[in-house]
């Protein structure tokens, strides 16, 4: 069997144009393609139809695309034409870790993110008992905007007769391995895509913190509750959800913010870390002295002789106070009776009518929006958890790092709705669950047919909303005729790592 199926070029369903070879992985071959109807880049893993792992690849391929997690490389197609099987993914620019490993180590608490991020992908992949079987660095990819993406899901399996054994069990500990990786640069067993093999001594792994100095020892605890046969700092870690848990756990420990190597108390996140953990105002040394000057110097008081005379004198000061009062209240007795209105005079002016409460606008659909220099790639499937009435659902932002203006990328992201026709557009209540959100309302000229797409500079700026938080109605003062409502994120809220910033929206509602 040739190693090329396809060529560049090649027009696969009148739809994928073949473009750029990635990989050749046995019989099965993986480009690069242009889809003409949606004009967005895919991943066309192509395999014959006369494999005999064809239908098995085109069914791992079924079972993925029903796992829906952004962290995960979606599924969009699978397709056998009696010549070509092939599945066909969603694209993410960015960086496969064993690229990213073959410079070095991560600082620590990036190493725990990502691997947290990776066993969080996977803890829903379980719920749906898929497992992926083969979880290693040439499988997760680094995106652009420093976000995590796990591919193959079930199908590197089937390519590479890995369907044996207990699939979550093997994830697990390729999850251990994946930190391990993380935090030394090297791979536990045998040397691995340019990783060189992790040591040993007397036939048992060396623990992280003895290969690298300044690994903090709650993610070597991690590594040898995972790996290790016999672990020596607790209860062994068996499923993908205890290694999500306890690298949380461990993000939230100030000893992972905190301890590092010299190289790590350089980067931006060690530095985003130390900040973090700074003291709170209530925690601070008071000062010794007074804020400004010198307390005033007062002399002191003959207690014997002058406390007759103080007394005299508040009885004085008590009682033209008690006169004062009585005569100041005959006072607006006397000019209540003069105020008092005649039975005919002219009786108060109705009540001026009000506008009638707004009343929710029905929604025809609803994206994400992210424009170039976007990539698309917003976790558009997350999209329907923020108007599906569950305020514990939210669609969710990919991940920046450094800066919580979206890292310094781009000027918004944000999700768009079609109203079906022209409405009246009054406010806009949203469900914010992390605080720190700055946001725009935006809506399309009332002459617009189709949504803008270029750039959100095609909607008009109607409200501005900063800091927000929790449930956050937004009026826009009147009534604005749109068929197409943009929210608009402009600056994310820090996520629960600290060191990344990421948006999210529960719930949305648009009144008219």
């Not at 003409?36 to 991943?43: F, N, Q, Y």
């Amino acid at each position: 069997m040739g190693s090329h199926l396809v060529e560049p070029g090649a027009v696969l369903a009148d739809r994928y144009v073949v473009e750029d070879l990635l990989a050749e992985e046995g019989e099965s071959n993986s480009w690069r393609a242009h889809d003409k109807i949606l004009a967005r880049s895919v991943v066309l893993q192509v395999l014959a139809s006369s494999s005999p792992r064809a239908a098995d690849l085109v069914d791992a391929a079924k079972h993925a695309s029903r796992v829906v997690d952004p962290r995960l490389l979606q599924v969009l197609d699978a397709v056998d034409d009696g010549e070509l099987t092939y599945v066909v993914r969603e694209w993410a620019t960015g960086q496969s870790l064993d690229v990213v490993l073959a410079e070095g180590p991560l600082p620590a608490r990036r190493a725990a993110w990502l691997v947290r991020e990776v066993a969080a992908a996977m803890t829903n992949a379980h719920r749906m008992g898929l497992p992926h079987r083969r979880l290693a660095p040439d499988t997760v990819v680094v995106t652009k905007s420093s976000g995590v993406k796990v591919v193959g899901l079930g199908t590197f399996a089937v390519l590479q007769d890995e369907a044996g054994g207990d699939g979550e069990q093997q994830d697990t500990k390729d999850v251990g391995r994946l930190l391990y990786a993380c935090l030394t640069a090297r791979w536990p067993g045998n040397a691995f895509e340019g990783l060189p093999a992790a040591p040993t001594a007397h036939g048992r792994l060396l623990r992280p913190r003895q290969v690298r100095a300044g690994v903090p020892r709650p993610l070597d605890a991690i590594c040898d509750r995972v790996l290790s046969e016999t672990p020596r700092y607790g209860a062994p870690l068996t499923t993908v959800a205890d290694v999500e848990e306890a690298l949380s756990q461990s993000l939230a420990h100030e000893r992972v913010s905190t301890a590092s190597t010299p190289t790590d108390m350089g980067s931006s996140s060690a530095q985003t870390a130390r900040t973090r953990f700074d003291p709170p105002p209530a925690l601070l040394p008071r000062e010794d002295g007074p804020p400004t000057g010198e307390l005033p110097h007062y002399p002191p008081v003959e207690v014997g002789r002058r406390s007759s005379a103080m007394r005299r004198t508040l009885t004085v000061v008590v009682s033209a106070v008690l006169v004062a009062g009585v005569l100041l209240l005959a006072y607006l007795v006397g000019q209540q009776a003069t105020n008092e209105p005649s039975a005919d005079a002219n009786p108060a002016p109705p009540a001026v009518s009000q506008a009638p409460p707004p009343k929710p606008i029905q929604v025809e659909s609803a994206i994400s929006f992210d424009p170039p220099p976007g990539t698309g790639d917003e976790n558009p499937a997350e999209v329907p958890l923020a108007t599906d009435g569950d305020p514990h659902t939210a669609w969710q932002t990919l991940s920046y790092e450094a800066n919580p203006e979206l890292g310094g990328l781009k000027a918004g992201v944000g999700l768009l709705f079609d109203l079906g026709r022209i409405q009246g557009v009054r406010r806009v209540d949203l469900g914010l669950p992390s605080a720190g959100t700055d946001l725009e309302i935006r809506t399309a000229p009332a002459s617009a047919t189709a949504a803008p797409t270029a750039s959100a500079n095609g909607y008009d700026v109607q409200k501005v909303v900063t800091n927000a938080r929790g449930t956050t109605a937004v009026a826009l003062g009147r009534s604005v005729r749109t068929r197409f409502v943009l929210v608009w994120l402009t600056k994310l809220p820090p996520d629960t790592d600290g060191i990344t910033y990421r948006g999210s929206i529960s719930e949305i509602r648009i009144l008219g």
